[in-house]
C-alpha cells in the first residue's frame, strides 16, 4: 500500500515559488536544503496530519547533472505551479516491480535525511507528471515532524487527468485516503487547504 507523503510545488526560482505558495495560502515556509544528486534545492512548509509541501527549483549554484532532473524540472518553464504527489512505500522494491513505470530507486541525503527516491531514467513521470512519485524514508525522522506547524491540513487532492480512469485503476487500489480523488479533465492538479486564513485552494 502507498501513503500520500508530501505535495511539490516547482518553481523557476525558489523566491518565485515562496511567493506563489506564501500569497495562495497566507502562512509562511522555512529554509530546505539542496539535493547534491539533482542540483536542487527547496523550501518546505509543515502540514497537519504529517504531510508536508516543498516548493522545489533548479539550483542556479549547482553543477548541472549529468543525467535528467528529477520531477521534470530541467524543461519546467512559466508560473509557479503544484506539480507533484508523492507517496510513501515501506518496500519500494515490491512497488516499483508493480509500478515499474515510476522509475528505478535512487538513494538520496540531505543533512541527516536520508530516502530512495524512484526516478524515471528521463526524469519524466508518465501521464504529464501526474503520476506519483515514489519515496521510501529511510531516517530516524520523517521530515514533517521537524518542521513547525502552519494550521494547514490538506482536506483535498484532485489528480485531474484526461486519462483519470487508468491513473484510479493503477493508483486507486494502492492508496486509501478518501482525500485524493482522479477527475477528467485537462492535466493538473488541484489541493485545497484548511488554513488559519480559511479554505485556500493551489494548483
Request: proline residues 7%; hydrophobic residues 45%; glycine residues 10%.
Amino acid at each position: 500500500m502507498l501513503e500520500l507523503d508530501h505535495l511539490a510545488v516547482a518553481a523557476e526560482t525558489l523566491e518565485a515559488g515562496r511567493a506563489f505558495v506564501e500569497r495562495a495560502l497566507g502562512v509562511s515556509l522555512q529554509p530546505g536544503g539542496r539535493h547534491a544528486h539533482f542540483g536542487t534545492h527547496n523550501l518546505l512548509l509543515g502540514l497537519e496530519d504529517g504531510l508536508y509541501l516543498e516548493v522545489i527549483a533548479v539550483d542556479p549554484a549547482a553543477a548541472k547533472p549529468g543525467y535528467p532532473r528529477w520531477f521534470d524540472l530541467d524543461r519546467f518553464a512559466g508560473a509557479p505551479r503544484l506539480n507533484n504527489w508523492i507517496c510513501r512505500t515501506n518496500d519500494m522494491a515490491g512497488t516499483v516491480a508493480k509500478l515499474p513505470q515510476a522509475g528505478r530507486p535512487v538513494s538520496l541525503s540531505r543533512g541527516d535525511l536520508r530516502w530512495q527516491m524512484a526516478v524515471p531514467e528521463d526524469g519524466i513521470l508518465p501521464c504529464d507528471g501526474l503520476f506519483p512519485a515514489l519515496i521510501k524514508w529511510q531516517c530516524a525522522a520523517h521530515p514533517a515532524t521537524l518542521l513547525r506547524a502552519t494550521g494547514c491540513r490538506l482536506k483535498r487532492l484532485i489528480v485531474r487527468h484526461p486519462q483519470a480512469d487508468k491513473l484510479n485503476v493503477e493508483i486507486g487500489a494502492m492508496i486509501e485516503d478518501k482525500r485524493i480523488s482522479f477527475e477528467p479533465g485537462p492535466a493538473g492538479l488541484i489541493a485545497e487547504f484548511d488554513t488559519p486564513g480559511g479554505v485556500r485552494i493551489l494548483q
